[in-house]
């Protein structure tokens, strides 16, 4: 380790100062000035991995900073300590700002065939108790964690299969892995880049005490016996949390540590002495020294932020609060931005093709039925009453900032035109209404739709009494039924719920290169055909197959862009999936790119004035890399 501790130090005065002689140009974090005066921590040069991540603020148009001060924000349920880890957004690799897959943690990467993927580490790098962070950590997450059936009873991750077969995995050497695949796996890299990302790494130094292949048996019963855990298996699991981040103890790799144990309603991330980031200038990011998550009410995040008790704040702010935030800016000493988020839809219509009852389900499939629903929307109205007109009046397609953006894709079926919708329906044979001008189903029952929420946030329901309006005038009545979140997925799973509201495609910002497959029936939470998803998901185990041909053609083109290895082919393929959409209105979107309110304290430096605000990608703040904010005054 000294050899390599020696290397660091001298690659890294001719990083940042141009000269072996100029070692001296790296600033030594001043709240931990003390601790390597008194040797209780190593300095700079060697707590930084040999070949750093070397951030160029400058060049990115952004203010080097300094160190120092405390980033505050709110949150409203213990389980967003995990935020800590989505926006510290320290990846194997990682999007950068033009959603280019970038390496981080990983010096480089090599990749062949879209199938062979070679992982070349950072020399010397350490975890945040000291510890090296080494191909050791990938040898034991892979054989010790994801293939230990009392550790993962369903064996690997779906995302390192292909075709059903795990990679191959080799140590090439101390700092180099490699994971190769008989055909491609386009899924492996935005997965390890994602805002809840794939670990494939554990930090097996501080683990193996908890694993019954390395600790005493006995010894092993008897911590899970103090942990009240059940047995070995279950410790190892509670102790291994790198994304919950709830575990002090476990090291990590992120720009802060918790250093707060759960249960508790202010959590600490304390900065992490070996970050592998480094700026120009010879100081090692973050700039800020601890990163602050208050517990609060959700209901009463607004008026916390808009009296200044947070430094950054979007969760649980909406739209309707920015009035009231914007008047409150001088007093607070804040500033209010809108960022527009990416999503596909902000909010869209989930038609269950998977619905129990018979009659529904032979209803919802038709596609001229849907559009009318789609059509008797008055768009318009909604993104004025409730969106101030800012919002793109959009199916739930890709944002025109994709490069598959159609606006066929974005505007099919969503002018307002009730005498269209009347007459798709007419010539359904759902000509015949009762006497209060309901149209009546093909058994006599009136048409009512229950729209089923997760009764989680009013502007669902808001939206919804605008839906009623127009769709009264097409002779459909319209129900809403909230629930509880796990309540209302379980009722949609089981077919109970005719039809939902949720948001619409996480990623309306795709390219090419990014999986396309939440435009088919690939998972159990697309609300549009749960069973179809659980069929792909347990492999056929359960669920029903696809029995629709659009859904069929679907799931084929996606099954076709597994196996793509160039970006012509795999943009055709997204193109045809989005014509599909387009056509059969699947799922009825009504707005998107709706803007997103952030709340930042007015000398907040390095934060975009416009960004994009999305969960996957961009783990909403994380593309902007916290680490690099600093305050001015």
């Not at 409203?76 to 990846?91: E, I, N, P, Q």
């Not at 759960?262 to 700026?279: K, L, M, W």
């Not at 009762?434 to 329901?461: C, F, K, N, S, W």
Request: charge should be positive.
């Amino acid at each position: 380790m000294n050899v390599v501790r020696t290397v660091a130090a001298l690659v890294l005065a001719g990083l940042l100062a141009g000269s072996p002689a100029e070692a001296a140009k790296l600033i030594e974090t001043p709240v931990l000035a003390g601790a390597v005066a008194k040797g209780e921590m190593p300095p700079l040069a060697e707590r930084l991995p040999a070949e750093p991540a070397i951030v160029d603020l400058a060049g990115e148009g952004l203010q080097p900073g300094r160190h120092g001060g405390d980033l505050r924000m709110l949150i409203s349920r213990s389980k967003d300590l995990r935020l800590m880890v989505v926006y510290g957004y320290t990846r194997l690799v990682g999007y950068d700002r033009n959603f280019d897959i970038k390496p981080d943690l990983l010096k480089a990467i090599s990749v062949k065939e879209g199938r062979i993927f070679t992982l070349s580490l950072r020399r010397g790098h350490r975890w945040s108790d000291g510890q090296p962070f080494d191909s050791e950590d990938f040898r034991y997450y892979w054989e010790d964690v994801a293939n230990n059936p009392e550790l993962s009873p369903n064996g690997p991750p779906r995302s390192l299969l292909v075709d059903g077969e795990p990679p191959l995995f080799e140590i090439v050497d101390e700092n180099t892995v490699r994971y190769s695949w008989a055909k491609p796996n386009p899924f492996f890299l935005p997965r390890l880049a994602g805002a809840s990302p794939l670990f494939i790494y554990r930090p097996a130094h501080y683990l193996k005490r908890f694993h019954a292949r390395y600790a005493e048996a006995k010894d092993l019963a008897a911590k899970a016996k103090a942990a009240k855990q059940r047995n070995w298996a279950a410790l190892h699991n509670r102790k291994d949390n790198l994304y919950k981040f709830d575990n002090p103890d476990l090291p990590t790799l992120q720009p802060w540590m918790n250093i707060t144990r759960p249960p508790a309603t202010r959590f600490v991330g304390q900065r992490n002495p070996y970050f592998h980031r480094v700026d120009k200038n010879g100081r090692q990011l973050p700039y800020f020294d601890r990163l602050i998550f208050s517990k609060s009410d959700g209901k009463l995040i607004p008026a916390k932020a808009g009296a200044g008790e947070a430094d950054l704040q979007s969760r649980n702010i909406f739209l309707k609060d920015f009035t009231f935030l914007k008047e409150n800016e001088k007093r607070g000493r804040y500033r209010v931005l809108l960022w527009r988020t990416a999503k596909g839809a902000h909010l869209a219509l989930y038609p269950n093709l998977n619905v129990n009852d018979p009659v529904w389900r032979k209803l919802l499939r038709q596609r001229d039925f849907r559009r009318a629903l789609s059509l008797a929307i008055e768009r318009t109205l909604i993104n004025q009453a409730l969106y101030f007109g800012l919002a793109l009046e959009h199916a739930n397609t890709v944002l025109p900032d994709s490069p598959l953006y159609s606006e066929d894709y974005a505007k099919a079926a969503t002018r307002y035109d009730p005498k269209a919708a009347n007459r798709l329906l007419d010539k359904l044979g759902l000509s015949k209404r009762d006497d209060e001008g309901t149209r009546l189903m093909p058994d006599g029952r009136p048409l009512h739709i229950i729209v089923e929420t997760a009764g989680e946030e009013t502007e669902q329901t808001d939206v919804l009494e605008l839906v009623r309006s127009g769709w009264a005038e097409i002779g459909v009545k319209l129900f809403t039924k909230p629930s509880q979140r796990e309540v209302f997925r379980n009722r949609i799973f089981s077919g109970e719920t005719v039809m939902s509201i949720w948001s619409g495609f996480e990623n309306g910002l795709a390219t090419p290169a990014m999986s396309p497959a939440a435009l088919a029936p690939t998972t159990q939470q697309s609300l549009q055909w749960p069973k179809w998803g659980q069929h792909f998901e347990t492999s056929g185990a359960a669920g029903e197959a696809p029995d629709m041909a659009p859904a069929q053609e679907l799931a084929k083109l996606n099954q076709a862009w597994r196996r793509a290895i160039d970006n012509k082919a795999q943009a055709k393929i997204w193109r045809r999936m989005l014509e599909i959409h387009a056509a059969e209105t699947f799922t009825i979107g009504m707005v998107a790119g709706v803007m997103q309110p952030v709340v930042a304290r007015a000398d907040l430096m390095n934060l975009p004035e416009e960004g994009v605000y999305n969960w996957d990608p961009g783990a909403q703040f994380g593309l902007y890399r916290p680490d690099t904010f600093w305050y001015k005054k």
